[in-house]
């Protein structure tokens, strides 16, 4: 017979306690003023709601009707309409720490915070909850405050040349389900939806769609750049975001010499890392006149370190007498990224305004630094009335050049004179480092490949119907670019990188340990 010590025995029939030393009372004894009912920390006689865990002194007020910090207010005291007519009230006498609960409803005019740590959170979230400017100014600006959060908002009809929608300079901040849609600018324009200066911000399922710049005969500028959003030496960390149906229009009798970055502008010295990005239907047209009109970027212009994954980049469009990069334009010193993603039915150039175009799908400048990982480069397209190059690929990258792995780069085209390039065009005049292996090419423009060797049999890079499940109709977001049965994609990526079922990885955007 095997004896329990007594002590044993009493240590296994004591109560419990959390790790404040608070009983939680899962026991059956009767409740004490020191027990936590609900776990949260607080004992009964502190906590002024014990059967909630989100309740309890010091929480952040939930815009929910519920006193959730137990201060005695609901709501904090800074429900807008209930407490103050307007936000911009609610938020001038808000203190750090204090939320600003906003009802749903349009609210005219703009918003500016300048005090830290300040929230202010559209109660039932953006689609009902709307800042409108009405054509004046930005309509909210965050200005050298840190801490602060705008939650639940859509941002409207702004106007102005830096960040109608939003306007941030010297601020640290954090944007949740914000949208800046439909707001404009005339002349010199940077960010016309989001413009970041300066600026540290965490952006978790925010947009910046259908923001426009049109240049007319009034309009002498320089440059238009980011129009749905730009980001001047700032820091970024975005999921989910979505920069796309942005458009910048020079007319015929407007002056303007550079458009570039139609969804997403990233200058030099930013650093911004995004999972789960939209860049689709952006377009950029230069028709003024001027023989120097240059457009870049149609859905990015790349800059500083960007690190981007899980991205889809479709039917971006550049028209300017010179177009690089229908998809993504990435400039020199910058340190681009770019994985388990898809870079599908970009036009960079039109057959009767452009005389030189390049990098349907992406152009890297000379000395960028470009890594390409697991990534669909499919459909582009380079047009020109005169030279063209790079269907779906331009480098020009200098001493570190440009890695391309485990991707598909298949029907690129070029329609022009003498087009060179169609799948993938090296400039080889520029000391270019370019590396690619374990990479199927087909059906793109004849000669497939400037610059590099043409896939072989035997080599890494190869050519092959890559059998995709659906690859048909004009909608490219909606192609369907997984492996089918039989396809020379399966178990043929890098095989020091395995998929989610350990096998050897697959090619192109789904394979990998990360797929899209």
Same mark, same amino acid.
């Given at each position: 017979?095997?004896?329990?010590?007594?002590?044993?025995?009493?240590?296994?029939?004591?109560?419990?306690?959390?790790?404040?030393?608070?009983?939680?009372?899962?026991?059956?004894?009767?409740?004490?003023?020191?027990?936590?009912?609900?776990?949260?920390?607080?004992?009964?006689?502190?906590?002024?709601?014990?059967?909630?865990?989100?309740?309890?002194?010091?929480?952040?007020?939930?815009?929910?009707?519920?006193?959730?910090?137990?201060?005695?207010?609901?709501?904090?005291?800074?429900?807008?309409?209930?407490?103050?007519?307007?936000?911009?009230?609610?938020?001038?006498?808000?203190?750090?720490?204090?939320?600003?609960?906003?009802?749903?409803?349009?609210?005219?005019?703009?918003?500016?915070?300048?005090?830290?740590?300040?929230?202010?959170?559209?109660?039932?979230?953006?689609?009902?909850?709307?800042?409108?400017?009405?054509?004046?100014?930005?309509?909210?600006?965050?200005?050298?405050?840190?801490?602060?959060?705008?939650?639940?908002?859509?941002?409207?009809?702004?106007?102005?040349?830096?960040?109608?929608?939003?306007?941030?300079?010297?601020?640290?901040?954090?944007?949740?389900?914000?949208? %800046?849609?439909?707001? +404009?600018?005339? !002349?010199?324009?940077? *960010? &016309? $939806?989001? @413009?970041?200066?300066? =600026?540290?911000? /965490?952006?978790?399922?925010?947009?910046?769609?259908?923001?426009?710049?049109? %240049?007319?005969?009034? +309009?002498?500028? !320089?440059?238009?750049? *980011? &129009? $749905?959003? @730009?980001?001047?030496? =700032?820091?970024? /960390?975005?999921?989910?975001?979505?920069?796309?149906?942005?458009?910048?229009?020079?007319?015929?009798?407007?002056?303007?010499?550079?458009?570039? *970055?139609? $969804?997403? @502008?990233?200058?030099?010295?930013?650093?911004?890392?995004?999972?789960?990005?939209?860049?689709?239907?952006?377009?950029?047209?230069?028709?003024?006149?001027?023989?120097?009109?240059?457009?870049?970027? $149609?859905?990015?212009?790349?800059?500083?370190?960007?690190?981007?994954?899980?991205?889809?980049?479709?039917?971006?469009?550049?028209?300017?007498?010179?177009?690089?990069?229908?998809?993504?334009?990435?400039?020199?010193?910058?340190?681009?990224?770019?994985?388990?993603?898809?870079?599908?039915?970009?036009?960079?150039?039109?057959?009767?305004?452009?005389?030189?175009?390049?990098?349907?799908?992406?152009?890297?400048?000379?000395?960028?630094?470009?890594?390409?990982?697991?990534?669909?480069?499919?459909?582009?397209?380079?047009?020109?009335?005169?030279?063209?190059?790079?269907?779906?690929?331009?480098?020009?990258?200098?001493?570190?050049?440009?890695?391309?792995?485990?991707?598909?780069?298949?029907?690129?085209?070029?329609?022009?004179?003498?087009?060179?390039?169609?799948?993938?065009?090296?400039?080889?005049?520029?000391?270019?480092?370019?590396?690619?292996?374990?990479?199927?090419?087909?059906?793109?423009?004849?000669?497939?490949?400037?610059?590099?060797?043409?896939?072989?049999?035997?080599?890494?890079?190869?050519?092959?119907?890559?059998?995709?499940?659906?690859?048909?109709?004009?909608?490219?977001?909606?192609?369907?670019?997984?492996?089918?049965?039989?396809?020379?994609?399966?178990?043929?990526?890098?095989?020091?990188?395995?998929?989610?079922?350990?096998?050897?990885?697959?090619?192109?955007?789904?394979?990998?340990?990360?797929?899209?």
């Amino acid at each position: 017979m095997r004896c329990v010590p007594l002590f044993v025995l009493l240590a296994a029939c004591s109560p419990s306690s959390d790790d404040t030393g608070r009983d939680p009372d899962s026991d059956s004894d009767t409740a004490t003023t020191e027990d936590d009912l609900d776990g949260d920390g607080f004992g009964v006689t502190e906590d002024c709601n014990d059967d909630d865990a989100t309740v309890f002194p010091g929480a952040v007020d939930a815009c929910d009707g519920v006193d959730n910090d137990c201060d005695g207010t609901v709501d904090g005291g800074f429900a807008v309409p209930a407490d103050f007519a307007t936000i911009q009230e609610a938020v001038d006498a808000a203190s750090e720490g204090d939320t600003v609960c906003v009802a749903p409803g349009t609210y005219n005019g703009s918003l500016t915070l300048t005090t830290d740590g300040v929230r202010v959170v559209g109660n039932e979230g953006s689609e009902v909850t709307i800042l409108d400017a009405r054509g004046a100014g930005s309509v909210v600006t965050i200005d050298a405050a840190s801490d602060v959060t705008l939650q639940g908002v859509t941002l409207t009809r702004g106007h102005a040349s830096q960040g109608a929608g939003l306007w941030a300079s010297d601020a640290e901040f954090t944007l949740r389900d914000v949208h %800046a849609t439909a707001n +404009t600018c005339g !002349d010199d324009c940077e *960010g &016309v $939806g989001v @413009y970041l200066h300066l =600026s540290t911000a /965490t952006f978790d399922d925010v947009s910046a769609t259908a923001n426009r710049f049109v %240049a007319d005969s009034t +309009t002498i500028t !320089d440059r238009a750049a *980011g &129009v $749905g959003m @730009y980001v001047y030496v =700032s820091e970024v /960390t975005a999921t989910e975001l979505d920069v796309s149906d942005n458009e910048a229009i020079v007319q015929p009798d407007a002056v303007a010499q550079i458009i570039e *970055g139609g $969804g997403l @502008y990233v200058s030099h010295a930013s650093t911004v890392d995004i999972d789960g990005l939209r860049v689709v239907g952006n377009r950029l047209r230069s028709d003024g006149g001027q023989l120097e009109e240059i457009a870049r970027g $149609g859905g990015m212009h790349i800059g500083g370190t960007t690190d981007i994954r899980h991205a889809v980049v479709a039917s971006n469009v550049l028209e300017a007498k010179t177009s690089y990069g229908g998809g993504i334009f990435v400039v020199e010193d910058a340190q681009f990224t770019l994985s388990n993603s898809q870079i599908l039915a970009n036009r960079s150039g039109d057959d009767a305004l452009t005389l030189t175009a390049g990098g349907g799908g992406v152009y890297a400048v000379s000395w960028s630094v470009n890594d390409l990982s697991f990534v669909d480069v499919v459909g582009n397209e380079v047009v020109s009335d005169g030279a063209c190059i790079g269907g779906g690929i331009y480098s020009g990258s200098g001493v570190d050049g440009m890695v391309l792995d485990s991707s598909l780069v298949v029907d690129n085209q070029l329609t022009c004179v003498n087009g060179q390039g169609g799948g993938v065009f090296v400039n080889s005049s520029s000391s270019s480092v370019f590396t690619a292996a374990y990479n199927l090419l087909w059906d793109n423009s004849e000669p497939t490949t400037f610059g590099m060797s043409a896939p072989q049999p035997g080599e890494t890079n190869f050519e092959a119907d890559p059998l995709f499940v659906s690859y048909q109709g004009t909608d490219p977001t909606a192609w369907d670019l997984r492996p089918a049965d039989g396809s020379p994609l399966i178990d043929a990526g890098n095989p020091a990188t395995f998929d989610v079922d350990s096998t050897r990885a697959d090619i192109g955007a789904h394979g990998g340990p990360d797929p899209l």
